[in-house]
């Protein structure tokens, strides 16, 4: 897994070798020269220049982006199937979080390995995923391939968060707003979570929770999908 802030689970009295090798060397039984040598090439393959040098560094001597850099070297050394990132660019400026995406992306492609990316960033999730799954109130609301969300977006919460982004190509006075106010997950009724702030609620979504199905070519999670038209997409 990578963790939003590096920061908060990296040990910062510990040297940055020290936190690489310890799985390796207590759970995989590798030696501890042989685990700080493979430790150094795969902070090689995430960027990071000078390794040997870094290895032997606290981090606090390390920027937030070469730090994520060694999370994202600690997940690679357990030789992963599947990596968890959670927010991993949060905490970054624009040009290092492109970066970071990029290392990702390309070790993902290099290694064969399944990517959970989880992010607020809408425009992130459609450059980096193939398949987006949009969460509200801790549900799925709708499930699409990245590449036609803007184009067949069918939930009243997705065409909310699609209308609220600002575009180079229209000019507006005001930025669309979903309405209301987000709910956590304990808080949802027996019926739809996002009711109270949906534009087209009626009885049935309080009374009863809409299940997962089949819309063109996605997944979807309203009792009203064969009845809202294009023209009303907007919360």
């Known amino acids: 897994m990578v963790f939003q802030d590096p920061r908060a689970h990296i040990n910062p009295t510990r040297r940055v070798g020290a936190f690489l ?13 042989q685990a700080l040598a493979r430790a150094a090439e795969v902070l090689a393959e995430v960027g990071i220049d000078d390794p040997a040098r870094r290895l032997r560094q606290y981090p606090h001597e390390l ?9 994202i070297a600690s997940v690679l050394l357990a030789e992963p199937r599947l990596v968890l990132a959670d927010e991993p660019t949060t905490a970054l400026d624009v040009t290092i979080q492109a970066e970071v995406v990029g290392i990702l992306d390309r070790l993902r492609r290099e290694r064969g390995l399944g990517m959970v990316f989880i992010t607020h960033d809408l425009d992130l999730a459609l450059a980096v995923c193939g398949r987006v799954a949009v969460m509200y109130a801790g549900r799925i609301v709708e499930i699409r ?28 006075e005001r930025l669309h707003a979903v309405p209301g106010r987000p ?22 979504c309080r009374e009863s929770r809409p299940q997962l199905e089949p819309f063109q070519g996605g997944l979807v999670r309203c009792h009203r999908l064969a009845e809202i038209t294009p023209e009303e997409a907007p919360v």
């Open 63 to 71: 920027s937030g982006g070469m730090l994520q850099r060694v999370m």
């Open 145 to 172: 391939e990245a590449e036609g969300l803007h184009q067949r977006a069918a939930h009243p919460y997705t065409l909310g968060l699609l209308g609220s982004r600002p575009s180079i190509d229209q000019r507006a």
């Open 183 to 204: 709910v956590s997950a304990f808080e949802a009724g027996p019926g739809c979570a996002f009711a109270d702030r949906c534009a087209h609620v009626r009885p049935v």
């Open 21 to 33: 090798i310890e799985a390796l060397v207590r759970n995989r039984g590798v030696g501890r020269k």
